[in-house]
Nanobody, 126 residues
Framework: QVQLVESGGGSVQAGGSRRLSCAAS????????MGWFRQAPGKQRGGVAA????????YYTDSVKGRFTISQDSAKNTVYLQMNSLKPEDTAMYYC???????????????????WGQGTQVTVSS
């Protein structure tokens, strides 16, 4: 049974930083596709970032490139999302997602069909 537990959400001022964590069980952070999605009120859930460690690959949606960094810790079986230079438009519920195997050519689709956590809220105030 796969479980993904997010933590690290909260309120932060614009320009600040926040690190989200996703503790995984039943799936392996350093050999499977892991990632983050977010959903703001009234908007569709969208992919933020993904990582596939065996290939040394990371993926980001354009709006967070240069500001967010995804990483994973094999010893803790945990995936992180370091968010810097936060903007009010980053406000959303952030979800951890995972799928066995590679992220493939479409990481968003691969993860969307996989396993999900319950989410953690990030609120960025101006």
């Amino acid at each position: 049974q796969v479980q993904l537990v997010e933590s690290g959400g909260g309120s932060v001022q614009a320009g600040g930083s926040r690190r989200l964590s996703c503790a995984a069980s039943g799936i392996t952070s350093d050999s499977d596709c892991m990632g983050w999605f977010r959903q703001a009120p009234g908007k569709q859930r969208g992919g933020v970032a993904a990582i596939y460690t065996p290939a040394g690959s990371t993926y980001y949606t354009d709006s967070v490139k240069g500001r967010f960094t995804i990483s994973q810790d094999s010893a803790k079986n945990t995936v992180y999302l370091q968010m810097n230079s936060l903007k009010p438009e980053d406000t959303a519920m952030y979800y951890c997602a995972a799928e066995r195997g590679t992220c493939g050519g479409n990481w968003r689709r691969v993860l969307y069909l996989g396993y999900w956590g319950q989410g953690t809220q990030v609120t960025v105030s101006s």
